[in-house]
Structures are given as C-alpha cells and as structure tokens.
C-alpha cells in the first residue's frame, strides 16, 4: 500500500493553531447511516465545529472498517470536504459494541430525535452540555431514526424544536444545529476552566 500523502505544512500549522478550540471528551455517533453524502458531512461538521471524534455504526461495506482505508476513500474524503483526513473516524459494526466501548471509557450517551423519546427529554437550547465530563451524541438512521436500544442507554434525548409540517431535519442537518449548541457551551466552559487554572498559578507564584 502507498504511504498516506503527507500534509502540507501550512495545513499542519492549521491544525495546530485551532487545537485548542477542539472539545475534548465529545464524540459524535451516527447510527447505521444508509447515505454516504450524510456521513460525509457528519463528518465534516465534526471537523468543522471541533468535535473530537466521530463514531460511525454500521454493518455495511460501503464504509472501510479502517479510518486509514476511509481516509484514502476519494469520495467519501470529496464529501467531507477532506475533513476525514482531519477527524479521528472509528467504524462499529453495531450499536452493542459502541455503546459497550463508550461505556468501558466512561461516556454517558444522548440521542437525538425529532420525537419525544425516552426517560428525559430535552430542548436542544435550553440544556446544560457541560454537566457531563465525557459525552456521546447520538443520530439515527435517516428513515427509523434512533434504536430503541441507545435509547435506553442514553440519559436524555435532544429534542430541536420543529416548526413547519415537515416532522424531522435531515441526518447531516441536524448533526449541525446540535453539536453547534453543545460545542458552542463545552468550549465556554472549557475557556472558563482554562482561565481559572492560569489564575490560581499565577496567585500561586505571586505567594
Ligand atoms: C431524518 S431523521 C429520522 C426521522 C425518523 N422518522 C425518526 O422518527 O426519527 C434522522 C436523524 O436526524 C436527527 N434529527 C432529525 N430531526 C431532529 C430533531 N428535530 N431533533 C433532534 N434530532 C433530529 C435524529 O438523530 C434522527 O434520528
């Protein structure tokens, strides 16, 4: 197999310069996704909006169960708009296994759906993301939406509030608006953290 194209230095000087704007501990899951443009750009406002990893469940073999393999893929990295090529991307074959790793690393999972779901039901708006250290947002198929099984392993469902006719949003659309709120709050807070810890050490010298 050829080496990966190495890149190029101001691209790397890019991705170093936003490091910091990236969300730790926040991954987004895209539950078997049938649409290969809705993955694509699941993953590009992943990279866009500094989610720090994107999980995707699915038993098909349109998507390689290697991110090196997906990375090289020349479609599925055009409708990304390369953000493939940036975004750290791991393949589940099903919804068991992911939430069982996320789990094992101490993720508490949110889905989202256009109904109300579930134990807890949240406005998208109206929610505090930053309660949760480690936090996994979930999407759902483009015609059945969420399993009932991530369901009933999420602590709440993310409810954007519809105002037409039409019941839901579209996969990729939806990823947008929400992982817009919550990395809009997680880097708030992130921010805040960060100040803090420079201000206590800067007392701590002044001692
Ligand atoms: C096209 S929708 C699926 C519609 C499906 N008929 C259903 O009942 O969920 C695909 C995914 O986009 C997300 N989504 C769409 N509209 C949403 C909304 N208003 N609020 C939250 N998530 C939404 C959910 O993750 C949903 O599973």
Redesign the pocket.
Known sequence: MDEPKKSTPSLRARADKIRHLRCKNLIAVIEHPDDLRNIGTVIRNVNALGVEKAYVVSDSNALPDDWQEMRERPKLSAISASAIKWSFVRKFADTESCLAHLESKGFVSAV????TKGRKNVILHEADYTKYTKLAVW????????STLALDRSEFC???P?GGIIE????GT?SGI?LYEITKQRRAFQDRLRAKVAANKLGRRAV
């Open positions: 989202t759906s256009p109904h999407f759902g198929n483009e015609g059945t939406g969420i993310i409810n954007i519809m839901s949003l579209n996969l939806s929400v």
